[in-house]
């Protein structure tokens, strides 16, 4: 495993480049992820780009950020360690949850640095709008806001129960959608799994992501300049049965919330004039783990 790491902000941040020649491709990973849950799919979207996978500060096995954890903030270090690794002139963003936003964010403020945006299941800058027209016991139960478990999860990686928390992480995402990680791969998604400062960046960065002073540029499609979007989205009936079996709503309140969810994707299309969107029929929300092949043929467009 070929990891290596840079100083951004005074913090060392850990990245790997996967491919040959010039990098013209980034991944922006969701919320909390690292790098091993995404190793063997940028292995594959290496085939037809030199790809970038990196952890942001305070993510996996980065170093602790020192700067807030706002949209704007990330972009911007983002840029700053492209700065210092030989890259193209333009790049491909593909951004999955959470990174999506970032990825916007990325765009709307590097716009001559941005080929084209492939965005998995990408967060809203509206995404609360759940909270406004689901009822409190849909939103509690749809699983839609992350930090009641994100605060357990720091809980406990606190307190000496790390074997208790790793036998939890193996049935959990990212091992509950996808059984293929080698060894090495898995004991170091479950060593950043345990690790607080990986859920304080979390709970940092979640928060941020819906503060209203930080969303109100993202929600303008007036600003955002003329790229390519690849939207890809989970499919419905998938993401209704895990609502159903996890949350333990009724099948209409789990439908009412995917609508929403897929009305809130739909509003990416509307950000540019070159916009396509594609479902990814055997996936929830981890299409990275469960369609991708999918992804990969649209990596290939570009």
Same mark, same amino acid.
């Given at each position: 495993?070929?990891?290596?790491?840079?100083?951004?902000?005074?913090?060392?941040?850990?990245?790997?480049?996967?491919?040959?020649?010039?990098?013209?491709?980034?991944?922006?990973?969701?919320? #909390?992820?690292?790098?091993? /849950?995404?190793?063997?799919?940028?292995?594959?979207?290496?085939?037809?780009?030199?790809?970038?996978?990196?952890?942001?500060? #305070?993510?996996?096995?980065?170093?602790?950020?020192?700067? #807030?954890?706002?949209?704007?903030?990330?972009? /911007?270090? @983002?840029?700053?360690?492209?700065?210092?690794?030989?890259?193209?002139?333009?790049?491909?963003?593909?951004?999955?949850?959470? #990174?999506?936003?970032?990825?916007?964010?990325?765009?709307?403020?590097?716009?001559?640095?941005v080929k084209a945006?492939?965005?998995?299941?990408?967060?809203?800058?509206?995404?609360?709008?759940?909270?406004?027209?689901?009822?409190?016991? /849909?939103?509690?139960?749809?699983?839609?806001? &992350?930090?009641?478990?994100?605060?357990?999860?720091?809980?406990?990686?606190?307190?000496?129960? &790390?074997?208790?928390?790793?036998?939890?992480?193996? /049935?959990?995402?990212?091992? !509950?959608?996808?059984?293929?990680?080698?060894?090495?791969?898995?004991? !170091?998604?479950?060593? @950043?799994?345990?690790?607080?400062?990986?859920?304080?960046?979390?709970?940092?960065?979640?928060?941020?992501? +819906?503060?209203?002073?930080?969303?109100?540029?993202?929600?303008?499609?007036?600003?955002?300049p003329p790229v390519?979007?690849?939207?890809?989205?989970?499919?419905?009936?998938?993401?209704?049965?895990?609502?159903?079996?996890?949350?333990?709503?009724?099948? &209409?309140?789990?439908?009412?919330?995917?609508?929403?969810?897929?009305?809130?994707?739909?509003? !990416?299309?509307?950000?540019?004039?070159?916009?396509?969107?594609?479902?990814?029929?055997?996936?929830? +929300?981890?299409?990275?783990?469960?369609?991708?092949?999918?992804?990969?043929?649209?990596?290939?467009?570009?």
């Open positions: 495993m070929e990891l290596r790491h840079m100083m951004i902000g005074g913090s060392q941040m850990t990245y790997t480049v996967l491919g040959e020649g010039s990098i013209d491709l980034v991944i922006e990973m969701g919320l #909390g992820a690292c790098i091993e /849950e995404w190793r063997h799919a940028a292995k594959k979207i290496a085939e037809t780009h030199t790809v970038l996978l990196y952890e942001r500060l #305070g993510c996996g096995t980065s170093g602790r950020a020192e700067n #807030g954890r706002t949209p704007r903030r990330i972009a /911007e270090e @983002c840029a700053l360690f492209l700065d210092q690794l030989p890259h193209e002139e333009k790049i491909v963003l593909l951004a999955h949850s959470q #990174g999506g936003l970032y990825a916007q964010q990325f765009a709307r403020m590097y716009p001559e640095r945006l492939i965005l998995l299941d990408p967060l809203s800058a509206d995404d609360g709008r759940f909270r406004r027209e689901l009822s409190g016991r /849909e939103y509690r139960k749809s699983g839609v806001d &992350k930090r009641g478990a994100i605060r357990l999860s720091l809980l406990m990686s606190r307190l000496p129960l &790390k074997n208790i928390m790793r036998n939890m992480v193996r /049935e959990a995402p990212p091992f !509950y959608y996808y059984r293929g990680f080698e060894e090495d791969a898995a004991e !170091y998604i479950l060593d @950043c799994a345990i690790r607080p400062q990986g859920y304080r960046t979390a709970l940092a960065e979640y928060r941020e992501a +819906h503060r209203e002073e930080n969303l109100a540029e993202l929600r303008n499609p007036d600003g955002f390519p979007i690849r939207l890809i989205t989970h499919a419905s009936e998938i993401a209704v049965s895990e609502i159903m079996q996890f949350g333990g709503l009724k099948r &209409k309140e789990a439908e009412k919330v995917e609508r929403i969810w897929q009305e809130l994707m739909g509003q !990416y299309l509307a950000l540019g004039s070159d916009s396509r969107w594609n479902r990814a029929e055997h996936s929830s +929300h981890a299409i990275h783990l469960t369609d991708l092949d999918l992804v990969c043929n649209v990596a290939a467009e570009f």
